[in-house]
């Protein structure tokens, strides 16, 4: 079945520095593409999606882009804050309902 | 005020017991969710809701069981709470259209001990 692989954490940054999470899914079909993030003690909400190939998703400094050929959604942002710390989950839905998730990557960005 | 509302936040319970977790929105869709988060597995499917009457099984339903009782209201019970559905569990909305994605609540901590 479809399925969602990130990369493991935690990721330690500094502030300002450059930030790469990888996600890597497979499906049988064109799912749409979403990077959720989870606060302490808060639900997860969506930070940007991507519904076809080719696609740019971007919120708040964060860029993600749909990548078929290499089946990527990576997640990335020029230069992090310390209110980025958090964990980052990749995403796909699958058909109408269904919306598998990665095992989430925690960031902490340090002063 | 919250669009989905969890009640309640935290609750500690005995095996065995029977617990409801209860949840709210006032976005007005119609998809509901329940899910479960335990760390390193990320976010597992339990229950899903299109609507009041459409009520569908998970991956991991075993031992859960659902209630819509209005548009608005989705709760999740455990008939008979064991150690190992200690877990955060988020409830989630999403409306119709095939792109969109989900909002969700705050998530309720269960331990069972």
């Known amino acids: 079945g479809d399925s969602v692989t990130q990369m493991e954490g935690p990721v330690t940054l500094s502030e300002e520095a450059f930030l790469t999470i990888n996600c890597t899914y497979t499906?049988?079909?064109?799912?749409?593409l979403f990077w959720y993030v989870q606060y302490p003690g808060e639900g997860l909400q969506l930070l940007l999606k991507?519904?076809?190939?080719?696609d740019k998703g971007s919120n708040k400094g964060f860029e993600a882009t749909y990548r078929k050929e290499t089946t990527s959604f990576h997640l990335e942002k020029g230069s992090v804050q310390v209110s980025d710390s958090a964990v980052y989950f990749c995403?796909?839905?699958?058909?109408?309902?269904?919306?598998?998730f990665g095992t989430g990557t925690r960031l902490k960005v340090l002063a | 005020d919250a669009d989905v509302t969890q009640t309640p936040r935290n609750r500690i319970t005995k095996t065995g017991k029977r617990i409801m977790l209860e949840c709210s929105q006032t976005k007005g869709h119609d998809r509901m969710y329940w899910y479960r988060q335990d760390p390193g597995l990320g976010l597992r499917l339990i229950y899903y809701s299109f609507d009041v009457k459409d009520i569908n099984k998970g991956e991991i339903s075993d031992g859960y069981s659902v209630s819509r009782q209005a548009q608005a209201k989705f709760s999740l019970s455990l008939e008979s709470a064991i150690p190992n559905q200690t877990a955060l569990y988020f409830c989630?909305?999403?409306?119709?259209?095939?792109?969109?994605?989900?909002?969700f609540g705050p998530g309720t901590r269960l331990t069972v001990l």
């Open positions: 995403a796909l839905r699958e058909g109408t309902y269904k919306y598998i």
């Open positions: 991507a519904t076809k190939a080719d």
């Open positions: 499906a049988t079909g064109y799912p749409s």
């Open positions: 989630a909305t999403a409306p119709s259209a095939s792109t969109d994605t989900q909002y």
